[in-house]
């Protein structure tokens, strides 16, 4: 009954996985370990590593789920179904502050204003120059109080426009093009691989980075556990954050020798994956880094209180 009522609280459901996962499997004694994430560009790295049998030489037996948003993988970890997921941070800081006992043991994405995740985007004939321009508007995003929301709040408000007159409707990240050029909406935050495409084909119009809003840089995204699983499995774990650094690395450094990657995992072109800007993955855990978004999620109400990033670590 806990764990069904920790669920709903969440306000998500798991959803019905791959049956199939993708599997990195060892020869031996490997452990198992199963990782539930969306299927995005920015998860490269993680499946570079399965793919390449970089986990299999770890001795780690992986196997990859993915799911159709970080707030679904994170339920089916607390219900147990998975050891890890990958997922934006505002729905672990709305778990972390209900009770619900997860630790963060890897990092996933970072936002940087050299490199932003995504820009905000409108139609090519929006009237829309400026934040109070969008003062009453629809905004489209891929899940309602999420990154992308909460960046746009906090962009308005440092802006000159009025946050809490913003008016957000979920549309999936497939459409979100399509819903701004039939004006089902007034702007959204794309991010790659859709904002590449839009960009090469000039279909929407770019008005902001809203992420910098928040702070140059922060951590956007995170790997997470239950904390009686990482408590219980320390040397797993160092032995995955071993070889998912090294995984990492190698894909930040290796854009153009990675695409066909990129393609397996989010199914478009070879030649945009060529183009498109990509992630650059962090390797390190650092609470400066995760502050700033706790403290937005609070100022804009996405979660009832800021608090200390480090509770958020696992311990070691």
Avoid: C
């Amino acid at each position: 009954m806990r764990r069904r009522q920790a669920l709903l609280s969440l306000g998500v459901t798991a959803v019905a996985l791959a049956s199939n996962g993708l599997k990195a499997r060892a020869q031996g004694t490997a452990e198992k370990l199963q990782i539930a994430e969306p299927a995005t560009e920015d998860t490269t790295n993680l499946y570079y590593a399965v793919k390449t049998g970089m986990f299999e030489r770890a001795g780690l037996d992986i196997e990859l789920f993915h799911t159709s948003s970080g707030s679904a993988a994170v339920a089916a970890v607390i219900a147990g179904t998975y050891q890890i997921a990958g997922a934006g941070f505002i729905s672990i800081l709305s778990a972390h502050l209900r009770g619900i006992p997860l630790v963060v043991v890897a990092a996933e994405n970072m936002h940087s204003a050299r490199n932003p995740l995504g820009l905000l985007q409108v139609a090519n004939d929006s009237t829309a120059k400026t934040a109070a321009d969008l003062n009453g508007r629809l905004i489209g995003v891929p899940s309602l109080n999420d990154l992308n929301s909460l960046s746009l709040k906090a962009w308005a408000d440092e802006h000159g426009g009025d946050w809490r007159s913003l008016k957000f409707v979920e549309i999936p990240n497939s459409v979100l093009i399509a819903a701004l050029q039939q004006h089902r909406v007034d702007a959204a935050v794309v991010q790659y691989p859709a904002l590449s495409v839009s960009l090469s084909e000039r279909t929407t119009r770019t008005l902001a980075d809203v992420y910098s809003a928040i702070a140059p840089t922060f951590l956007a995204g995170v790997y997470v556990s239950r904390t009686d699983w990482a408590s219980q499995h320390p040397d797993l774990l160092q032995r995955f954050n071993r070889t998912y650094i090294d995984a990492t690395n190698y894909v930040n450094a290796h854009p153009s020798q990675t695409a066909p990657y990129v393609v397996e995992l989010t199914g478009i072109e070879l030649s945009q994956a060529l183009k498109m800007r990509r992630t650059t993955n962090p390797t390190v855990l650092d609470t400066s880094q995760i502050q700033p978004l706790i403290d937005a999620a609070a100022k804009y109400e996405a979660i009832p209180r800021s608090f200390p990033a480090k509770e958020l670590l696992a311990s070691g």
